[in-house]
C-alpha cells in the first residue's frame, strides 16, 4: 500500500465555472487530477464521503487548496482528506476487545437520594 500526499488548486479551475455548476464539476475535477497524479483511470479512483463534504461544504466557496491524502492498493485509489486516518484493521480491533472483556470489573457505586419532603397542602381555588 502506498500512501501520497496531493495539493489541488482548485482556484484556477472553479473561477471559470458558473456558479451553479460549481459543486458537480469541482467533485468531477478532483478525482481528474488525482486519477493523474497517481497514473490510473478515473473509474479507480474513490473519494471518501468526509472528502466530499469538505469539499462542497469549506473548498467550494473559499476555493482554497485542497490536501488529499491517497492510499493506493491492487489498482485502486482512495482519496481522504489530509490528516484523516484510515479505518483500523480487523485484527486491530479485535484485539482491543480482548483487552477490555480480560479486564477486572469495577464496582459501580450507586448512591440513593431521599425523595425531598413535600407537605400535603391543598391548592387554593
Do not use: C, W
Not at 90 to 113: R, Y
Request: hydrophobic share 35%; net charge positive; charged share 30%.
Amino acid at each position: 500500500m502506498a500512501n501520497r500526499l496531493l495539493t489541488i488548486n482548485i482556484r484556477n479551475y472553479l473561477a471559470k465555472q458558473p456558479r451553479r455548476k460549481r459543486p458537480a464539476r469541482i467533485a468531477r475535477y478532483v478525482r481528474y487530477k488525482i486519477a493523474r497524479a497517481v497514473k490510473m483511470r478515473l473509474e479507480n479512483v474513490k473519494m471518501t464521503g468526509e472528502l466530499n463534504q469538505l469539499i462542497l461544504k469549506k473548498h467550494l466557496h473559499s476555493m482554497m487548496p485542497l490536501k488529499v491524502s491517497i492510499n493506493v492498493e491492487k489498482e485502486k485509489a482512495t482519496a481522504m482528506p489530509f490528516g484523516e486516518k484510515a479505518k483500523p484493521s480487523a485484527t486491530a480491533s479485535t484485539a482491543t476487545t480482548k483487552v477490555k472483556e480480560t479486564a477486572a470489573p469495577q464496582k459501580q457505586e450507586t448512591k440513593t437520594v431521599p425523595a425531598p419532603k413535600t407537605d400535603a397542602k391543598e391548592p387554593k381555588k
